[in-house]
């Protein structure tokens, strides 16, 4: 099984701005002194300086533009609602937030098949909205596809039943835990997993400090550990740069690079830096717009595909 593709699919907002659904529960967000159009218009600069960035290392890069047909403001982040896998499986995930559901298009399937590549089959997860169940994509999982486990820290997005589901259908061990973050003086759930942790082929960057409970925090660092992962730490201030919210990509001749912000990069000290450069080099891009107003970033924009072609 691959880790890291050299194919991204990624979405060009046409409605970016803040969401109120998601704000409930996303702490990263943050309001902006500014109209919700030009708002946009930042964000669709960032985007496609960032696009610009990946390709220009010969990152895959497959742009579909977000359509005005429903309020979509956070149409930005595919990888919460799709993911592709090297069995030629599509999986389609529930979402927390009612407008965010309007995100999935099956046009999008079409594209990716017109382009060459297999779908052999979809698994559709989103029933689980009925129940008020979440799982937001590999925002919510975190997959060491090499050693079939799926990392996921539980929240209102990440519901551990439909985590164990998962694992099931992909014959993949659950590593389950809770990862808080300060908000007010309260201890409370990060929302999605994938901005306290990022998953490389031979290391991770982890903020355990968001790991309260130290059982849990000793389960994930062993099975880390067990399987050759060099743990790169950061911190809670750190994570909040999104120093967590990053990808692992392969470029031209097959060269590795980790993605993020510019606000990743420029939290990281020179011996996280040291760590990361001597496995591949960095790759980042300022998104501070979409940061601010979206509470995600860079890995939240990427949906790998890992899917066969013909």
Known sequence: MMQITNTILMIRPVNFRMNEQTAVNNYFMEEMDLRNQAINVKAQSEFDVFVNALRNKGVEVIVIDDTKEF?????????????????????????????????????????????????????????????????????????????????????????????????????????????????????????HTNVMMAMGEDFAVICVDTIDDKKERKSVVAHLKKDGKELIKITEAQMHQFAGNMLEVRGADDKRFLVMSSAAYNSLDPNQLAQIEKRCEIIHSPLDTIETCGGGSARCMMAEVFLPKE
Request: hydrophobic fraction near 35%; glycine fraction near 4%.
């Open 71 to 191: 309020d979509t403001p956070d149409s930005v982040f595919p990888n919460n609602w799709i993911s592709f896998h090297e069995n030629g499986t599509v999986v389609i995930y529930p979402m927390f937030a009612e407008n965010r559901r309007n995100e999935r298009r099956e046009d999008i399937l079409d594209i990716l098949e017109d382009k060459g590549f297999k779908i052999k089959d979809v698994v559709d997860y989103t029933s689980a909205e009925e129940q008020g169940v979440f799982l937001e994509g590999t925002g919510s999982i975190l997959m060491d596809r090499m050693n079939q486990k799926v990392y996921c820290a539980l929240s209102d997005r990440a519901h551990e039943d439909l985590i164990i589901e998962f694992c099931e259908d992909f014959d993949c061990f659950p590593v389950i835990f809770t990862a808080n973050q300060t908000v007010d003086g309260q201890r409370l759930p990060i929302y």
